[in-house]
């Protein structure tokens, strides 16, 4: 919540004077007011939302809206459904080929939605090139066509696993964008749509003996598992159903509701600000339930080394209900994404009482180090030591994210127990300290 500097002032002295009253309290056990926290030494408060008024502060926060798969009205089909029942589910390739009718000369922009990597090649010359494991991303490259011409065209898309989502179309001077029509397509037997070929690897072995399937696709176009790039089922909104403040608290509720196609309603929250080092404090009260998954976490809100993970992804923690009361904290890069088994890159503890009182959550991260703390005791510490960017990305400004996710690949392995809603996660406040103006 943003305040004038004089009332800033005003409550950093009074966190000061109550600093000295609690100066013999070292390790708080748990947090269950604001009242119990004292200023920390680590650096000057530079932002924090204490939730006093009755509204969320949109100069300070804005929210994630969907179910993180792209909403169109005529995808196509999901892609389980048209592969065959012999063909694998994750870790998977398909080339399509043939030929894009152009009937109008002009400068063409083509996109491709995909989860989880893309190549998209016209006349010949690589126009996308997103060959990552990655949630629904949409990619572009442009290229000028002349009317009346049959150019090739080569789509090439590899699944890792989760959900699938694959989204082709474009747009010219002469037209608004829209999904490719199948009318433009011509495969290589001639027919509408582009030829397939299904391979069950990442490497497109060529042989004849490793392509299950060839055949035509007159749609090349669907939208499966959706949920972020998690399998999760919920859909994500703004309502005061999901996201409000209640008490001087930050509630995120997630419900057993219906909404465009997903079977619960949730929220997910990012501050408009960004922050490149310093300490971020967290009190949070959790939620629990079986299917339940909350998040506290950090994004770059600039991806200067590429689309998730290359830029990097900080957990300070996360909470999966069917494993009630264990605290995992997770870093991830490009080098260890999805699986942060290694031990410098995960940390994971047991907390009594995380979802019925209020702890503190704390990241201090700094130019060559990251620490991850659980009302104080260390949780997880990483070391750039003289790891390269794929190792450490960590090096620019990162925004703070709260959700609770339904479902999905973690929080789902034990099924969605429906007697749990409404499941709330409740944020006393958040404070971020730096040393310097400038976090160094």
């Known amino acids: 919540m943003r305040q004038t500097n004089e009332l800033r002032k005003t409550k950093i002295t009074q966190m000061n004077k109550l600093a000295c009253a609690c100066i013999l309290i070292i390790i708080l056990p748990s947090c269950d007011s604001k009242d119990k926290i004292a200023t920390h030494s680590y650096g000057k408060l530079v932002w924090y939302d204490e939730f006093e008024k009755n509204i969320i502060n949109e100069d300070d926060w804005t929210f994630d809206i969907g179910t993180g798969a792209p909403e169109f009205e005529d995808f196509g089909v999901s892609s389980p459904v048209f592969i065959p029942k012999n063909f694998p589910k994750n870790n998977f390739t398909v080339r399509w080929t043939g030929k894009i009718k152009i009937n109008e000369s002009s400068n063409y922009k083509f996109f491709i939605v995909s989860d989880d990597g893309v190549r998209l090649f016209v006349d010949k010359k690589l126009i996308i090139d997103n060959w990552n494991p990655q949630p629904a991303t949409e990619s572009s490259g442009n290229i000028y066509l002349e009317a009346n011409r049959a150019y090739p065209i080569v789509v090439e898309y590899f699944e890792e696993s989760g959900g699938e989502a694959l989204i082709l179309g474009w747009e010219s001077e002469l037209f608004e964008k829209c999904l490719i029509p199948t009318k433009n397509l011509i495969s290589e037997n001639g027919q509408s749509g582009l030829t397939g070929k299904y391979f069950p690897n990442q490497t497109f072995d060529s042989s004849d003996s490793s392509i299950i399937i060839t055949r035509t696709d007159s749609v090349l176009n669907w939208v499966s598992g959706g949920g972020w790039g998690n399998n999760e089922l919920q859909y994500y909104t703004n309502s005061s159903d999901n996201v409000r403040i209640e008490n001087g608290k930050l509630i995120i509720e997630a419900n057993n509701k219906s909404y465009k196609g997903s079977a619960y309603t949730s929220s997910r929250i990012k501050t408009k600000n960004s922050w490149k080092?310093?300490?971020?404090?967290?009190?949070?009260?959790?939620?629990?339930?079986?299917?339940?998954?909350?998040?506290?976490?950090?994004?770059?809100?600039?991806?200067?080394?590429?689309?998730?993970?290359?830029?990097?992804?900080?957990?300070?923690?996360?909470?999966?209900?069917?494993e009630q009361d264990f605290i995992v904290s997770s870093l991830h890069n490009i080098a260890h994404s999805g699986d942060v088994s290694r031990s410098d890159q995960q940390g994971k503890s047991r907390l009594e009482n995380a979802c019925n009182?209020?702890?503190?959550?704390?990241?201090?991260?700094?130019?060559d180090k990251i620490k991850i703390f659980v009302n104080n005791h260390l949780q997880l510490e990483y070391n750039k030591n003289d790891q390269g960017w794929e190792r450490w990305p960590f090096d620019q400004p990162f925004h703070i994210i709260f959700n609770i996710a339904i479902g999905g690949s973690w929080g789902g392995l034990k099924g969605v127990d429906n007697n749990v809603f409404p499941s709330k996660m409740e944020i006393d406040y958040i404070r971020v300290y730096q040393k310097t103006a400038d976090g160094i």
């Open 277 to 322: 080092y310093g300490r971020f404090e967290i009190s949070a009260r959790l939620p629990e339930g079986r299917g339940t998954w909350a998040a506290g976490w950090a994004l770059p809100s600039d991806w200067v080394y590429g689309p998730w993970p290359f830029s990097g992804e900080i957990d300070i923690f996360e909470h999966v209900g069917h």
């Open 357 to 367: 009182s209020f702890n503190l959550y704390s990241l201090e991260w700094e130019k």
